[in-house]
């Protein structure tokens, strides 16, 4: 059982591995190209709030409600049912996705708005954002879709295509970056506008690349479009509440970024970047770990089998914290040299790489935290029950909003910097943030607070629910995992000790440094799991 579930999310790992890479490319293009400027910190912006209903679609509230719902009709046997309910659920999220996507593109100006307030209404970075808006929102519709085809490959252990498709839209956006944004000056328009042309062209490319697959599995969707289909009202019923529960981290983000547009101008970048990093060790396991497990949950519990779907669980469980820990010791201890050797070139400064780095060791304490919420939602998606997470995720981003706001006030009012900003813009607080550098650092830290907030309610709700039972060793794993991490710190920590500033570098020096710096630190990882007694045999579990 965790055997499969150990092959499929290594499948899944190894494609977005390449997804990731290409990604990291894709973002080293934009540090040297366009730097942390109000230009790219419009574009962020703009493409945050479609890239949000991605990660709705994608990885959030239609999967979680439609994964388990065509598990169901899997179970019976039916072919001609299941097809019946795929081709009725791309009618039904066609319909939706027009709607949407028409009154994103007449309703722009005022959307830029709500999601930037910093940005000053009628200036040319609100109008350049809005109008990047109008330009990356379709991708909405297209990606969505895409992620309908995703979903069911997934369900048929089909996992690599749906992986390897993020490929296209970085590829699409290097190629922007590098062929179209050049001839834009010439053309009279901002550079950074092709980027938004790249978001809208890799949306068509994701689409088109499932499509094939799908035929050879005869579900190639023939849109309907009936609302009052069973298996079509029983996903939207499952999928308001999902709304809230799945999309928790991806609320916190828009927050961050609304509240990042009111501080110094870069913040948004600085957040993005730091943002990236961790996309790595959430990308590349968490969300693989959650997209594999949800379809096998499914299956159990339509199968009614209890004692397999708690082994999956904690299984699951071990795999977060034993990926997680050393990537939030590695984020932390190695952020600057991450930052300094992957995009500190070109536009990119020293300063951004300060800044970004700030961001990137507030948030990295929460990375074990995000990993185990892609294990923690699916335990209850996978039940169909949609109402727990939201609690959970409710409370999250009321933690969010409070955190950053004591947060704030607590610079402003209690440190000698906040205190002469004050001062300095006559007690109001926004513009005295404004002039605070690294104020930007504490929305990272409070979304890392929140992280943890809803990982330890959605854990209490399903010990709760007595639907999870602990298998027996998990003193002995943690035990392990303190002393594997312990001396991964401990190899990191001699290294950096050494190379303190790697400013004065070259991309080969930084290059080979931090090469030296992640291979010690994970061989000592690895060593000290050996050496307490671990075996990889037991990534399989029971």
Sequence with gaps: MSGRLLKSTAVFSAMTFLSRISGLVRDQVYAQVFGASAAMDAF????????????LSAEGSFSMAFVPVLAEYKAKGDAAAVKALVDRVAGALIAALLVVTGLALVLAPWVMRVFAPGFAPGSEQAELATLMLQITFPYALFISLAALAGGILNSYQRFAIPALSPILLNLSMIAAALCLAPRMRGWGYEPV??????????????????????????LLPRPRLDLAHAGVRKILRLMVPTLFGSSVAQVNLLFNTLAASLLMGGSVTWLYYSDRLLEFPLGMFGVAIGTVILPHLSGRH??????????????GFRLCLLIG??????????????????????????????????????????????????????AFYSRQDTRTPVKAALASIAINIACAAALFAALLWLTPTGRAALAAADGRWLAALKDVEGAHALLALAIAVAGWANALQLWGYLRRARVYRLQPGWGRFLRQLLVASLA???????????????TPWSWLERGWRLGVLVGAGAGAYAAGLLLMGYRPRELRGQ
Excluded at 46 to 55: C, H, K, Q
Excluded at 196 to 218: E, N
């Design 44 to 55: 962020v912006v703009a493409f945050r709030i479609p890239n949000f209903l991605r990660r």
């Design 193 to 218: 506008l092709a980027l938004a042309w790249g978001v809208f062209a890799a949306g068509i490319l994701q689409l088109a690349f499932q499509l094939p697959s799908l035929a050879r599995l005869g």
């Design 302 to 315: 339509a199968a009614e089998d209890a004692q397999g779907y708690s082994r999956s669980l904690d299984w």
């Design 325 to 378: 820990v050393p990537a939030c010791l590695g984020l932390i201890l190695c952020a600057q040299p991450l930052l300094a050797t992957l995009f500190q070139y070109g536009r990119f400064s020293e300063l951004d790489t300060r800044m970004s780095s700030l961001s990137l060791v507030a948030q990295a304490t929460a990375v074990p935290a995000f990993l185990l919420v892609k294990v923690l939602a699916p």
């Design 488 to 502: 991964m710190a401990a190899a990191v920590l001699a290294l950096r000790l050494q190379w303190a500033d790697w």
